[in-house]
């Protein structure tokens, strides 16, 4: 978080609104620990990480989802999505990502 | 997260303050607050009285043991998932010797994330214009910069000075401290000498055991940026467990 906030503040004065993805569950091989933690602008944009890259441009798909609907998510990755194929975690990890607004 | 938490969230990681983030992940109650150390509320809240104090005393244990983790809290037959997210303190490098090997430590030192202090009496030295990065810059004896340091079990040193007047004060407080990591700069000449002087200060061979002297992996390189790597190399490997 500390690395993330000079971006988000960044964002902020820019007048774009930003979401926040966190890792609040980790199974396998997950490439990043409990709390790892990406940061998405409107214009969909992003800093910080919640994968080894293998999820990042689902998440922010989803995080321009949750700044629309202004209401937060809470989802899973991992190799037995359905999704599997376009966003499976190459490592065999399994995650489970809260993305929430700041307002 | 509202604006509330986020800046005050800011303002202690910026204080170097221990805090966490309860946030209700699912659930029939939403919300999210920022507690200080001690579990107490300092932003946001839940609408439900229950489960704020239910979280408050939930997060003790996180925050003693300065980890994160998830919980399921039940509140009359409705459940909660909630996401304790902890934020200790950030590792802390202590470089004694404000020489040119400190100035690419501190850099890679705050590019990692650790909060960086320099301490050299010698004027010519430890000047803010060379040190511009460093958290703290002390020009002091160490026995004097270190009394106002607080050193934990996180903090890694860095003696870089080769001059035992100065080196020698500052690795007697480190051993007497929990220190994770102490290095030492020097040959083999100039590290028996301070061996010598700390055996008859009277300190054990298990604490003299303690320092890594020559510091650093041994990666080979010779240049300052070199140095600085092998050293904060050595201090991520120690951070983490690897001997």
């Known amino acids: ?103 | 997260m509202e604006q509330a938490i986020l800046d005050k969230l800011e303002e202690k990681l910026a204080a170097h303050e221990t805090v966490a983030v309860a946030t209700v992940l699912r659930g029939p109650i939403a919300g999210q607050v920022l507690l200080d150390a001690t579990g107490r509320i300092l932003a946001g809240g839940f609408e439900s009285e229950q489960l704020t104090a239910a979280v408050a005393v939930s997060s003790k244990s996180y925050l003693a043991d300065l980890r994160s983790g998830r919980e399921e809290i039940r509140i009359d037959d409705q459940t909660s998932d909630l996401f304790f997210e902890v934020y200790p303190p950030p590792p802390q490098i202590i470089v004694i010797g404000a020489v040119h090997v400190a100035i690419h430590l501190i850099a890679f030192g705050k590019r990692l994330g650790y909060r960086t202090v320099v301490i050299d009496p010698r004027t010519a030295f430890a000047t803010v214009e060379r040190f511009a990065e460093a958290d703290e810059l002390l020009i002091e004896w160490p026995t004097e910069a270190l009394a106002k340091l607080v050193i934990t079990d996180n903090t890694y040193f860095a003696m870089l000075t080769h001059d035992l007047k100065i080196d020698l004060p500052a690795i007697e407080i480190a051993l007497r401290s929990p220190a994770r990591y102490i290095g030492t700069l020097g040959s083999k000449k100039t590290h028996s000498k301070r061996v010598a002087a700390l055996r008859e200060g009277r300190f054990s061979e298990p604490d003299i055991a303690r320092i890594h002297n020559p510091i650093g992996l041994d990666l080979g390189g010779r240049r300052a940026e070199e140095i600085a790597l092998a050293i904060i190399a050595e201090i991520v490997a120690v951070r983490h467990g690897r001997p």
């Open chain 1, 1 to 103: 978080m500390r690395d993330l906030l000079p971006e988000i503040r960044t964002w902020q004065h820019q007048g774009k609104t930003v979401a926040l993805a966190t890792v609040v569950k980790a199974w396998g091989s997950s490439p990043r620990p409990l709390g790892a933690k990406m940061a998405i602008s409107s214009e969909g944009e992003m800093a910080g990480s919640v994968s080894g890259g293998c999820v990042e441009g689902a998440v922010v798909e989803e995080a321009l989802a949750v700044l629309s609907s202004g209401r937060a998510k809470l989802i899973e990755y991992g190799v037995s999505d359905d999704l599997a194929w376009t966003v499976g975690l190459s490592c065999g990890g399994k995650l489970e990502i809260f993305i929430e607004p700041l307002s």
